[in-house]
């Protein structure tokens, strides 16, 4: 459980949103910021807010033929904008380095990706698809870590499955490929 994202889910439900005044809401946001001694807990409980906000926002632009031209859709995204602004003056003081829900997102999406080549693979190769698939879902259980750390660690399971014949030379490649496409810093970040 992480005790972030049940305290954001908390304080969305106890806290109206008063779209005419976004400064009450944001000293509300800002009230709760000083609960976190981190910066990354703060920029982990904006990011929250903000995921929320825009799929509400999404949900209640579904319902329109031209969204943007509606007052509650632009209500919408001027709160996320101040969040959003919010968050970057926080992560400016997130040491270096540290995932971001964007980030893990975007990790997680990747390693998906490669589960689901894989299993194209999975027939026309000798992989172990199980042993694959539980070493890359155990990675998502380590963004605790800073980026080049789990970088070092990711390629370390990648060379250990390689060596041991779990996965094949043909099937690295192409998990390295599928990194790069997206997330072509993981590596270099070493």
Do not use: C
Not at 86 to 111: A, H, R, S, Y
Not at 167 to 190: F, G, M, P, R, W
């Amino acid at each position: 459980m992480n005790i972030v994202k049940e305290q954001a889910k908390d304080f969305i439900e106890s806290t109206e949103v008063p779209y005419s005044n976004y400064r009450l809401y944001m000293s509300r946001v800002k009230e709760w910021l000083f609960e976190y001694n981190k910066s990354s807990s703060q920029a982990e409980f904006l990011s929250s807010l903000i995921s929320h906000f825009k799929k509400e926002m999404d949900e209640v632009a579904s319902n329109y033929k031209n969204p943007d031209e509606r007052i509650d859709i632009q209500q919408y995204q001027h709160l996320i904008f101040r969040l959003n602004d919010e968050l970057e003056e926080v992560k400016e003081n997130v040491p270096q380095g540290t995932f971001f829900e964007e980030d893990k997102q975007l990790v997680n999406e990747k390693i998906e990706e490669i589960l689901r080549e894989m299993q194209t693979l999975k027939n026309g190769q000798e992989i172990i698809y199980e042993d694959l698939s539980k070493e890359l879902n155990e990675m998502k259980e380590y963004f605790f870590l800073n980026k080049k750390t789990w970088s070092q660690l990711f390629i370390g399971k990648l060379s250990t499955m390689i060596s041991s014949g779990v996965i094949s030379q043909t099937a690295s490649t192409k998990i390295v490929e599928l990194i790069q496409e997206d997330y072509s810093n993981l590596i270099e970040s070493l």
